[in-house]
């Protein structure tokens, strides 16, 4: 089945405490990238990646890292968490001449206390 | 640069009645536009998708959006409302140039009463 899956999906954190979310997909897809969602505010982008070794930030990169040493795979890097990184985050691919259309992950809620 | 603006945030409708969500958006390029669903606790799914061929699109489950070049809107009804269809919908721009980031709008909640 064709998907993207993200881990973990429920995370409750302290504040400066380092973590990481993984994505992967399965459909060999090139573009990949994180959005937060906030109430009233929709989805914003964080980060994104054309490829393999190549990301460059998005709307909102502050406080956030990623790479991409693997196709398939696009983990998202908090290295001193703070409570306004409380959100929902949501990964999504597609391939690069289609990414009009992206596929999403399940989403992961992150709360930093 | 693009943008979109969802003119309602929360909608409230009775079963049985017509559903209108409205959309307006921005881009300098030609755009690709989209609705997606989003239930309770659930991820994002895909309501249906404007590419730049037929103005008038059809999605899942009984909703549809018609694309107006002239009034820079993507509106999305639906004719008969479900309960089922209690959720937040969110208008989606994209376009292929820089770095393809999907613009959402702020999303609006769509209440279904009995």
């Known amino acids: 089945e064709a998907q993207v899956t993200q881990n973990p999906r429920y995370l409750i954190t302290v504040t400066g405490k380092k973590l990481t979310v993984t994505c992967s997909q399965n459909m060999n897809h090139e573009y990949m990238s994180w959005y937060r969602q906030d109430p009233g505010l929709g989805l914003r982008q964080i980060y994104y990646s054309m490829n393999v070794e190549v990301t460059d930030k998005g709307d909102v990169p502050e406080g956030y890292k990623v790479s991409r040493k693997e196709k398939r795979n696009f983990p998202l890097i908090l290295e001193s968490p703070s409570p306004n990184q409380t959100s929902l985050y949501f990964c999504a691919s597609s391939r690069l001449a289609d990414t009009y259309e992206q596929y999403f992950g399940p989403g992961t809620r992150l709360t930093v206390t | 640069a693009q943008s979109v603006t969802q003119l309602d945030s929360h909608v409230s409708v009775s079963e049985g009645t017509p559903v209108l969500l409205r959309c307006n958006y921005s881009s300098s390029y030609s755009p690709s536009l989209f609705w997606y669903v989003q239930h309770p606790n659930k991820g994002l799914q895909l309501l249906l998708k404007?590419?730049?061929?037929?103005?008038l699109v059809k999605g899942i489950n009984g909703f549809e959006a018609e694309f107006k070049k002239s009034e820079t809107s993507f509106h999305l009804t639906k004719p008969s409302a479900h309960m089922s269809d209690a959720a937040e919908y969110f208008c989606v721009v994209s376009v292929r140039t820089g770095r393809r980031a999907l613009t959402f709008g702020s999303g609006t909640r769509l209440q279904v009463q009995p």
């Open positions: 404007y590419t730049s061929a037929a103005t």
